[in-house]
């Protein structure tokens, strides 16, 4: 990241772009006889949300120690992810690197915008391996790097990503889904060295908020214009945007809730590893387990005929299964169907 220049690696419309200016966007005041927006006079969910979400972004920056200058709110972290490609790889021409097995939206996103994806696979330990990367960085059409660190599905943290970051002139965006239950620290911690950072979190996951589709992006403040200039107007609902502050407001719960999560990964870990069926666990910094089985296809249809669903990843990772760690109920079902199998 010797010559970063951001406008190099804009999409010239996006540059040119001039965003849609909503009439939440020219008054910006809470009240008043509104009749500027064509809204129904009547209700309670009649008037459009926040388009900048403010609330939400001055509590986590109060939270994370951030300025709401350096956060964007998405409809979800897939929204961010697309928001990425648009901004800055032209279709049909520019190029964007993943390293597998890794998130799946990054493929599907990369196919929709037109982009051709560039996939590296990690090492045998689920790592990115340096020397294979570093030719692949100097092609001038690759704009952007996805890492996902812990990642989906092998739940490790990713090294090396800080190499990248300094060797590649690119946009790099890390996607910390996973990082609340990680003992790393994030990378939002050096927005300030890295200009070509992006680092995207979710309400998803430790904050138990999935139906409710909040993601987050952190980023320098210019990179973070581009995304509200070119996001929909009204992008997050007003009942998503109060989900969100509530989830914000109760952190005890949040850290009660992620610590007997942690806690109880630890038993089934201990549990899984004691069956005949389980043949590796993987190093998780997740809310999930990556585990090697004996006949993942037969075990996780054997699963679903008790309801216990896992998540098949034999077509990414041979013989594997992903347990997301439930409650201790759920779990112990687990743990007991997998006990019955190995007397089949």
């Not at 979400?53 to 992810?81: A, C, H, M, W, Y």
């Not at 996902?148 to 490790?156: I, Y």
Request: with cysteine.
């Amino acid at each position: 990241m010797k010559d970063f220049n951001l406008e190099n690696l804009v999409r010239p419309n996006i540059l040119q772009l001039k965003p849609y200016s909503s009439a939440r966007d020219e008054y910006e005041g809470n009240t008043g006889v509104f009749l500027d927006a064509n809204e129904n006079p009547f209700g309670n969910l009649n008037r459009y949300p926040d388009p900048y979400q403010k609330e939400v972004k001055e509590q986590l920056s109060t939270i994370k120690r951030i300025p709401v200058s350096q956060i964007f709110l998405g409809n979800g972290s897939d929204e961010v992810i697309d928001l990425a490609f648009r901004i800055f790889c032209t279709p049909g021409r520019d190029k964007a690197l993943v390293f597998t097995p890794t998130y799946g939206m990054y493929e599907v996103s990369a196919n929709i915008n037109n982009i051709e994806l560039l996939q590296l696979p990690l090492n045998k330990d689920f790592q990115i391996d340096k020397n294979a990367v570093i030719p692949v960085l100097k092609d001038e059409n690759l704009k952007l790097i996805f890492i996902c660190s812990p990642n989906n599905p092998t739940g490790n943290s990713i090294e090396n990503i800080d190499f990248i970051l300094e060797n590649f002139n690119g946009i790099v965006f890390v996607d910390e889904a996973y990082i609340d239950f990680s003992p790393r620290k994030s990378w939002s911690e050096k927005l300030d060295q890295y200009p070509n950072l992006i680092i995207s979190q979710t309400f998803s996951k430790a904050r138990g908020l999935a139906a409710v589709r909040v993601g987050i992006a952190y980023s320098s403040p210019e990179i973070i214009a581009l995304f509200n200039k070119t996001k929909p107007p009204y992008n997050v609902s007003q009942l998503n945007q109060e989900a969100a502050l509530v989830a914000l407001v109760d952190e005890k719960k949040y850290h009660d809730e992620i610590q007997a999560i942690l806690k109880e990964k630890v038993r089934v870990e201990k549990a899984l590893a004691k069956l005949p069926v389980v043949k590796n666990i993987y190093p998780s910094d997740a809310n999930f387990i990556l585990a090697e089985v004996t006949e993942a296809d037969k075990i996780y249809n054997n699963l679903v005929e008790q309801k216990i669903i896992t998540r098949n990843r034999n077509n990414i990772v041979a013989n594997c299964i992903r347990v997301t760690i439930g409650t201790p109920q759920e779990n112990d079902q687990l743990i007991a169907a997998l006990k019955a199998y190995k007397n089949r």
